[in-house]
Every structure is written in C-alpha cells, then in structure tokens.
C-alpha cells in the first residue's frame, strides 16, 4: 500500500498571504496525485489531477506540483473561502486508491 | 453535470449490514468514461476508499475492507449500492458515493450512518 504524508497537520495563515502544502508518498507514483479540498458538513471538491492541472472551476491560484514522491500544493493569494481542510490522493497503483491523512488550514 | 445521491438508514445495529445506495443523475452510470466508488469519513478523520465498480460489474475493493464489501451496480435503475458486513462502531462515519475517473470528481453529499445498538 502507497501511504501518503501530509505535512504540516495544521496551517495558520492570513488571508492574502502564500500556503504551501506537502504532501509525500511512500514510493514514487508518478505524476498520479490529485488534490482535494474539503469545507465543513461538506463533501471534498476536487482541485488538481495528475500533480498539476487544475479541475474545472477551480482559481488560478490554486497550483500543483511535483512528480515521484514530493507534491506540493499552493495557493498564491489566501481568500476568506479557502480555509479548509485539503487531502491529497494518488492513483498510482490504481485501482488502489489512497488519501492523505488532511491538512487542516485555518486563519491565524 | 453529473449529480449523485446515497440513500440508506443512517443508524445500523452492531454484526449487521450497512446498505446503501447512490442514484447517479444527469448521465448514464453505464458510461465507458466512468467508475463508480464509495468513500467514507469517520467524524473527525480523513478519507478512506471503500471501493469501486465499473458498469459492467467488475469491482475493485480496498484490501482492509475486502472481506467486508460487496458493491453492485443497477444499470436500468442508474444506481450502484453498497454493503458492508459485521458492522461495528468503527464504521460510523459519513458515506460518500463519487464518480471517478482516477480522481474523484463528482460526489454526493454524504450521508451519516451510524452504528450503534
């Protein structure tokens, strides 16, 4: 089984100001690595598949990157509604599928 | 837009059956573009991955749940369902149906069950 870390647990942070959220893998699993976000009561919203692109609807700030076993998501400028909890998800040895344990983002 | 909706009891005794099902709208559950999964969260976790099914039935289930799970399909009602075996406390959670293509990108909104005598 692949197993995600993602670091930091929790991410006190302004809004208008930089997030960075890691996310690593047990072993490399390509570029196969998607990134959720989810607010309270509801379900996750997918942000970005395969590392880097953006799903539909989603803000240009939101970026991804990474390959192998290191990915990193970012938000360039911090909006009110980004604070939330994010996951991460890889593919890789699909059909198998694996989530991150979350990180928690909240407003400092 | 796809839209999905799980239904079901949201309370289960310990030792019995979880059932639940997902009605797909807004496209056909019998798309070669598509998987099917479901997704759970216990209250305060992360997200775990049950399994999967493909229209035609194939499945494919998570290992530490596999003894557990059986996930079916109904293509003339466009639903697929879930069953989860010998419950204990540890399957309380909020269950997710999702539509998947790798990545989940179309989900229900969850539904609570809980388990409990």
């Known amino acids: 089984e692949i197993v995600l870390t993602q670091s930091p647990a929790t991410l006190s942070l302004s809004p208008g100001e930089r997030a960075t959220l890691s996310c690593r893998a047990s072993?490399?699993?390509?570029?196969?690595l998607a990134w959720y976000q989810q607010k309270p009561g509801q379900a996750p919203r997918l942000l970005i598949y395969?590392?880097?692109n953006r799903a539909t609807g989603i803000p240009a700030r939101f970026s991804g990157s990474g390959s192998g076993t290191d990915f990193t998501l970012t938000i360039s400028s911090l909006e009110p509604e980004d604070f939330a909890v994010y996951y991460c998800?890889?593919?890789?040895?699909?059909?198998?599928?694996?989530f991150g344990q979350g990180t928690r983002l909240e407003i400092k | 837009q796809l839209q999905l909706q799980e239904s079901g009891p949201g309370l289960v005794k310990p030792s019995e059956t979880l059932s639940l099902t997902c009605t797909v709208s807004?496209?056909?559950?019998?798309?070669?573009?598509?998987?099917w999964g479901w997704i759970r969260q216990p209250p305060g976790k992360g997200l775990e991955w049950i399994g999967s099914?493909?229209?035609?039935?194939?499945?494919y289930y998570n290992p530490s749940l596999k003894s557990r799970v059986t996930i079916s399909v109904d293509t003339s009602k466009n639903q697929f369902s879930l069953k989860l075996s010998s419950v204990t406390a540890a399957d309380t959670a909020v269950y997710y149906c999702?539509?998947?293509?790798?990545?989940?990108?179309?989900w229900g909104q969850g539904t609570l069950v809980t388990v409990s005598s």
């Open positions: 807004g496209g056909s559950i019998s798309s070669s573009s598509y998987y």
């Open positions: 998800q890889q593919r890789s040895n699909w059909p198998l599928i694996t």
């Open positions: 999702a539509s998947e293509v790798d990545v989940f990108d179309y």
């Open positions: 099914i493909y229209y035609s039935g194939s499945t």
């Open positions: 395969d590392a880097s």
């Open positions: 072993q490399s699993v390509s570029s196969y």
